[in-house]
């Protein structure tokens, strides 16, 4: 029962630096979303899949680049780091575009 | 800015009495809401959901109601027990979008 599993669950990168954030879920879900959540501003939507080979933009894109090759992955890029980057990192995935279950989170610190 | 707001950061209540917690949305498209429920160092979980055709739903100690023509919902425990401390988001989704809309959370602490 492993659900939405996050990969790494902590990152520190240096201002400049790329990096890939993996999502897995084993639920056989069709939507997928990443997040982002930071002081005062609760979660905030970045890029979300509603299938396998496709991808679209939420509230937050700017700066990040999303792919979903196979239906059970969602993998989140940043091409190049900047401090204001640094945030928690949530994926979720649902099957009905409305309960979406979470991972544990990435704490990602840019400096 | 916010679609959906939670304007108390936080909110402390004593074990056993009811805890809550308000939450205010400005979309007239939302037409399902949802309550979840964050511990430090984990992610969010589902708690409690309400579609926009009911006023109330009832699942155990946890209770949400909707008052559409306000554009608000509540969430109430009862009774509220110390493991309910955590950060409770509100959540809405808008009929034909893909995603959720979240509150900025209300941190909820119970006092034994």
């Known amino acids: 029962n492993a659900g939405v599993t996050q990969t790494p669950k902590f990152r520190v990168l240096k201002t400049g630096q790329s990096m890939t954030l993996l999502c897995a879920q084993d639920?056989?879900?069709?939507?997928m979303y990443w997040y982002r959540q930071d002081p005062g501003m609760g979660l905030r939507l970045i890029h979300y899949?509603?299938?396998?080979?496709?991808?679209a933009k939420g509230e937050v894109p700017d700066g990040y680049n999303v792919s979903r090759l196979k239906k059970q992955n969602f993998l989140l890029g940043l091409e190049s780091a900047a401090p204001s980057q640094t945030s928690v990192y949530f994926c979720?995935?649902?099957?009905?575009?409305?309960?979406?279950?979470f991972g544990q989170g990435t704490r990602l610190t840019v400096v | 800015d916010q679609q959906v707001k939670q304007n108390s950061p936080s909110l402390s209540v004593q074990e056993g009495r009811i805890s809550i917690l308000n939450c205010d949305y400005t979309?007239?498209?939302?037409?399902?809401f949802l309550w979840y429920k964050k511990y430090p160092a984990e992610g969010p979980t589902f708690l409690i959901s309400?579609?926009?055709?009911?006023d109330k739903n009832e699942d155990g100690r946890f209770t949400v109601f909707l008052n559409k023509s306000a554009k608000h919902l509540s969430l109430h425990i009862v009774p509220s027990q110390p493991g309910d401390s955590a950060v409770y988001f509100c959540?809405?989704?808008?009929?034909?979008?893909?995603?959720?809309?979240f509150g900025t959370g209300t941190r909820l602490t119970v006092i034994p």
């Open positions: 959540a809405a989704s808008a009929s034909g979008a893909n995603n959720l809309f």
């Open positions: 639920m056989n879900h069709e939507y």
């Open positions: 979720a995935s649902s099957q009905d575009r409305v309960k979406a279950f």
């Open positions: 309400i579609s926009s055709i009911k």
């Open positions: 979309n007239s498209m939302f037409d399902y």
């Open positions: 899949s509603v299938g396998e080979g496709t991808t």
